[in-house]
C-alpha cells in the first residue's frame, strides 16, 4: 500500500462515515497542467462521479479499473477519470472540484501556461532531457501534436563530461585587492575531464596555450537534470588558488560550458565569473 492509500485507510479508520473514501489524484494541486490530460483518482463508493472546473460540471468515466484500491475498497473498479484539454481553459489559475453523487471529496487548483493556441497544429520538435530518470541516462522527446504534448520516444546514455576537450577559458574579474587585475581576461586551453560516478568528484585539468596548468576539483549531484558542481576548489601552477561552485552547466556530444563563479584566496582576492568551454569531435 503505498503513502497515498495508507493515508487513506487511516481516514477510514478515523471516520465512521468513512465508507465514501476517496482520491483526487491528478493533476496534483497546485501544479502546471497543459496539453491533452487526465483528470482522475478513485472513490470507494461513488455512483456518478464529477469533475467541476471552474464552475461548470462535467461527468466523469468511472468504476474503471484501480487494482491498488482493492485492498482499502474491497474492490477494484473504484478509478474514475475525465479527458481535458488545458488549452480550452485558457492560460492562468483554474479551480477543480471531485464530486461523488453530488459531494465534494476534491478540490484543486492548476496552473495553464499560454503556449499561445487553445491547440496547436501542425507543429514538430524534438529535445532532450539529460540525467533522467537517473545520472547518466538521458530522455529523447518528440512533440505530438494529438497529445498536445511531448512523449519519451528513447532512453539512451547522456553525454558524458569526461574526456579531453579544447576550447576557451573567459573570465571577468572585480572586487580584486590589485586593481589592475579588474576586468575581462580569456586564454585558450585544453581540458582533461574526469568524471568519478562512485565519489561524485569531478575533476578538470586545465592546459593552456601559455603553459599555465589549473586542476579544478569538486563536489558534483544531479539536480532535476542539471548538474551542480559545488563545494570547488582550484589551483595553478603560477600559484594561483581558489574556490568554486557552478552556476551552470551544459553538455552535449561534441561542446561543453560550465560557468563557475570563483573566489580567489591566495594573494589576490578577486571575485571571477569564468566560463570554461570546449568542443570534440
Known sequence: MGPRLAFAAAALLASPGAFAIGSFDNPPDGMTASGIGLVSGFHCEATVVEIEIDGAR????????????ATLCGKRNTGFGLLVN??????GTHVLRALA???????HTVSVPDLGAFFLF???ATAVVNDFPSEGRQLALEWREGLQSFVVTQVRAAPSISGRWNGPNLEQRSNCAATQNNGARGTYAQWDATLDHVSHMLRIQETGITGLSCTYTGSYRVNGNTIEWYDGSYECTDGKTGNFHSTGFMVSDHAFSIRLATKLTGSESCDIDAILG???F
Open 86 to 91: 488545458w488549452g480550452d481553459y485558457g492560460p
Open 58 to 69: 462535467q461527468l466523469a468515466a468511472s468504476g474503471t479499473d484501480r487494482p491498488d484500491t
Open 278 to 280: 570546449g568542443n570534440r
Open 122 to 124: 501542425g507543429k514538430t
Open 101 to 107: 453523487n453530488g459531494i465534494e471529496f476534491g478540490k
